[in-house]
Every structure is written in C-alpha cells, then in structure tokens.
C-alpha cells in the first residue's frame, strides 16, 4: 500500500513538487482553530495499517509544533503504522548546550519530544554545532539531506568568478562543500555573538580575491546580522556587492530588506522555507531520500 503524506502548515510548491515526483498524492487535513485557540484535527483518509509522512517545514516552530504532535498522535490514535516527519527546515538546533548557568537546553527537549510522537526523521542540513550528529538528541532514526551540491551547481550557473565566504567556524561544514563542487576558492570568518542581533564578524583577509564575487554562504538567515556584519567589511574593502546564500532563510523581522539595504546584490535560499528568496529547489534531493526511506 502506498503512504499516505499529510501536512497542516507546508503545503507550498516544494511539497506539490516532492508528492508529483513520487506519486503520491497529499491527503487532506481538517485543522480548525477554536475561538478559544484550541485545535481542532479530522483526518479524511483510512490511516489502518499505513505508512503516514508529515511534511512541515518547522519556522515559526511554537504556532505549528502543538497541532503537528496533535496529527501525528490522531493518525496513530486511527492505526497508522509508521509516522515519519519530514521537517524541511528543522527548528530548535541552536540551544544545544547551557551558555549560561540556569539555561533551558532546548534543542534537547525539542527531539525527544519529536522523538515521542515520530518513529523516524528526514530533515535538510540542520544546525550542527557542537552537536554532531542528530542520533546525540533524537531517539528516533535520523536521515539529513544535503543541500551542498545543489547549491554548488546554482553558483556555478549564476555566478561569474565567486569567492565563497562563510561567517563562522561552524559554516566551514557546508561552505567547503559547495566551494569544491562550484570549484571556487573559500574564507571562513571568525563570529562573536553577544545577543540576539548583536554580532561580530571578522575583516575577511581578501586583498587577492578583488576580482571576485563575494558568495556568503550560511546555513540559517534569521535576523541577517551575521550576514550584514560581513557585508559591511566587504563594502569597506571596495568588494564587489556580494550575493548572499542561506540553506534555509528563516527572515525574522526585516531581515530581508535589511540585507539588500546593506548591499547585498542578490539573496537566494533554498525552498525549505517558502520565500521570494527561493531559487534552489531541493525537491529531487528530498524525493530521492524519502523514496530510499520507503523503500528500506
Ligand atoms: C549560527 O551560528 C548559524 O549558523 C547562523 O550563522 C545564524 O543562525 C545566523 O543568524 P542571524 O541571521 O540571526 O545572524
């Protein structure tokens, strides 16, 4: 029997992409919210015995994660058999570790809860840090999906001569990747980060690379800064306006605007996050991975 694929939050062109490719169709959801804010969840479809993939795409993950542990438990409560989410872009990676003593550990709590209601995840490059591998948080088989290589073949069709830059040490996982298969030179920057949106990066040691387009490659755009701070450096080093790549562009606030007023010549994001930013499609990636997952 084929799965059966829901969503309450994600349904935008990256999962009509991925249901087209493998064949299934997305299934219906009712989800109402009462006056009183509480949820309300129905489910279409006969669920006995079937595979289910929820598809949500985790921003903004305090409004969505209630009703999507509140499907997920409805369609085991009905008798599926095996629940996987697929969370394109997977949210609470970032407190992996009490900075300060009294801290909430909340990447922690954040997995084993998904780990409770789930009985496996995909997701695409979530933020490893000190945390190395998903299986250290997560009780439940992990797969994560590598947007490297579509990246790479993006910057080779759209960028003429790119030096890739990545703002901090942790970037080096990904800006590596995508500078060998776009075979262009990389600089890793060393970031202080003292709040929210209060950040340091440092000057980039450029002088030979005044020729080239400055690609900043990062793997989250929240609030910009990081990103803008480097900008700034490139502005007074006479670079040419750089062309900004995040995997995921999560955009608090004005953080788009914000960015093209610092000088950015072009924002571009992979689709985890449906945005106006969206020029990498990850939909073969993710289908490929989800089909092998079905398959196993
Ligand atoms: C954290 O270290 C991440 O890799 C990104 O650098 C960070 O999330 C970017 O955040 P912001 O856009 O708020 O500077």
Redo the contacts with the bound molecule.
């Keep these: 029997m084929k799965p059966l694929i829901f969503t309450l939050f994600s349904e935008g062109p990256l999962l009509q992409a991925i249901s087209k490719k493998l064949n299934i169709a997305i299934d219906t959801v009712q989800c109402h919210e009462f006056p009183d804010k509480e949820t309300y969840i129905k489910i279409n479809s006969d669920v006995k015995n079937r595979t289910c993939l929820i598809f949500e795409s985790l921003n903004h993950p305090n409004n969505k994660i209630l009703p999507v542990v509140f499907l997920a438990e409805t369609l085991r409560d009905l008798g599926a058999k095996n629940i996987g989410l697929i969370a394109p872009y997977l949210a609470y990676m ?1 407190q992996d570790k009490r900075f300060q003593p009294g801290e909430g550990i909340t990447s922690s709590y954040f997995a084993k809860m998904l780990s409770h209601y789930f009985n496996w995840l995909s997701t695409v490059d979530p ?1 490893l ?1 000190r945390i190395h591998h998903l299986n250290q948080i997560y009780s439940i088989p992990s797969t994560v999906i590598h947007a490297t290589e579509a990246i790479s073949e993006w910057i080779k069709m759209n960028v003429v001569n790119p030096l890739l830059i990545g ?2 040490r ?2 080096v996982q990904w800006v590596e990747q995508i500078a060998i298969g776009a075979g262009a030179a990389y600089l890793i920057l060393e ?1 202080t ?1 003292h709040g ?2 209060a ?1 340091e990066v440092s000057i980039p040691e450029i002088q030979q690379f005044q020729a080239c387009t400055p690609v900043l490659v ?10 803008i701070e480097t900008i700034k450096h490139l502005n007074d080093l006479n670079m040419k306006p750089p062309v900004c790549i995040g995997i995921h562009g999560v955009f ?1 606030d004005n ?1 788009y605007d914000a960015l093209l007023q610092t000088g950015a010549n072009q924002v571009v994001t992979c689709n985890t996050i449906t945005h106006v930013t969206n020029k990498i499609d990850l939909s073969e990636v993710i289908a490929n991975q989800i089909d092998s997952q079905l398959k196993s």
Aim: no cysteine; net charge negative.
């Design positions: 970032r933020h840090h703002p901090d942790e970037s970031k980060r929210d949106s950040v990062d793997d989250i755009i929240s609030t910009a800064r990081t990103m608090a953080a």
